[in-house]
């Protein structure tokens, strides 16, 4: 299983972008997709999630900005980000739950400038 994500750039604060995360391979019954992000020095933290069934969650402090959307038919997961901020700063990781185990991609850096 392959997972490859993309949509990462350099964008002023305010600006947008929107990731997306193509899995590939063989994969049984995907049930969560969801991005995490690390910032230089500090752990990686959840984002935002979407479930098989359409139930979404987001951190709190991008509630309101990011919307986090996917294709079941093309096993993709995309995450608009909206308003970013400088603290948005961060490599995004996607990631996989699926019936056949858990897995990452290997991220895309987003770097928001102030």
């Known amino acids: 299983v392959q997972l490859v994500e993309s949509g990462g750039g350099l964008v002023q604060a305010g600006g947008s972008l929107r990731l997306s995360c193509a899995a590939s391979g063989t994969i049984f019954s995907i049930n969560v997709m969801g991005w995490y992000r690390q910032a230089p020095g500090k752990a990686r933290e959840l984002v935002a999630v979407?479930?098989?069934?359409?139930?979404?969650n987001y951190a709190d402090s991008v509630k309101g900005r990011f919307t986090i959307s996917r294709d079941n038919a093309k096993n993709t997961a995309y995450l608009q980000m909206n308003s970013l901020k400088f603290e948005d700063t961060a490599v995004y990781y996607c990631?996989?739950?699926?019936?056949?185990?858990?897995?990452w991609g290997k991220g895309t850096l987003v770097t928001v400038s102030s």
């Open positions: 979407t479930t098989s069934s359409g139930g979404t």
């Open positions: 990631h996989v739950l699926s019936l056949g185990g858990a897995y």
